[in-house]
């Protein structure tokens, strides 16, 4: 009964070496995020898309890229991992039920996917 | 800069008494506010949600309350269950699906 799905849970890269970090969702959402989230800390919005539109955070690192293939998968590609982006990735899925307001409902979040670099 | 600050990081409670989380915002022009519940190893998930147009959502054991001219967001579960136990985090949003988040607060309910 799964809704929003990421993988893998725990993916363990090496300084450097690129990473892709997959989401997919059975609920036909329009939008998609993507957050990152450091110890002890709020978890942070790295951008979403509303369907093929894809939205950067003005502080997001150029390191961090996304690609959105269909409705309903969502890829965080890391090109080069620095020890600092060790975190939990958490990806979520919306839809927007009222017309021009955008993400007024809820967001739906997946496990999440813990990246450790060595 | 922080936009979401819930300042404190933890809360025990008595079973069966009040929680009372807190959560304030620095944005005005944040629209809309929702609380999650996030257990270990799984994803934060929904709980409640307020417009800034309101200022008091029930939901069961539930109740969210928007202060707009203090910015400040509270969050009260009557009565407490054990299962409540979770780290809670407030979100606000801004117009453009911009959501930003709170640290969180782990909430202990004691049998």
């Known amino acids: 009964d799964a809704m929003v799905i990421q993988n893998p849970r725990y993916q363990v890269t090496q300084f450097g070496k690129p990473v892709t970090l997959s989401c997919s969702q059975t609920?036909?959402?329009?939008?998609m995020y993507w957050y990152q989230q450091k110890s002890s800390q709020a978890p942070k919005l790295l951008f979403h898309?509303?369907?093929?539109?894809?939205?950067n955070e003005a502080d997001t690192p150029d390191n961090f890229q996304s690609r959105r293939p269909n409705t309903s998968f969502c890829f965080l590609d890391i090109r080069s991992p620095g020890l600092g982006d060790a975190a939990m990735y958490l990806c979520?899925?919306?839809?927007?039920?009222?017309?021009?307001?955008?993400?007024?409902?809820?967001?739906?979040f997946g496990p999440g996917t813990r990246l450790t670099v060595l | 800069d922080q936009q979401v600050k819930q300042n404190s990081p933890s809360l025990s409670v008595q079973e069966g008494r009040i929680s009372i989380l807190n959560c304030d915002y620095t944005n005005s022009m944040f629209d809309y506010f929702l609380w999650y519940k996030k257990y270990p190893a799984e994803g934060p998930t929904f709980l409640i949600s307020i417009s800034s147009i309101k200022d008091k959502n029930e939901d069961g054991r539930f109740t969210v309350f928007l202060n707009k001219s203090a910015k400040h967001l509270s969050l009260h579960i009557v009565p407490s269950q054990p299962g409540d136990s979770a780290v809670y985090f407030c979100?606000?949003?801004?117009?453009?699906?911009?959501?930003?988040f709170g640290t969180g607060t782990s909430l202990t309910v004691i049998p």
């Open positions: 609920l036909n959402h329009n939008v």
């Open positions: 979520a899925t919306s839809r927007d039920t009222l017309a021009g307001v955008i993400g007024t409902d809820t967001q739906y």
């Open positions: 898309y509303y369907d093929k539109d894809f939205n």
């Open positions: 979100a606000t949003r801004l117009t453009g699906n911009q959501f930003y």
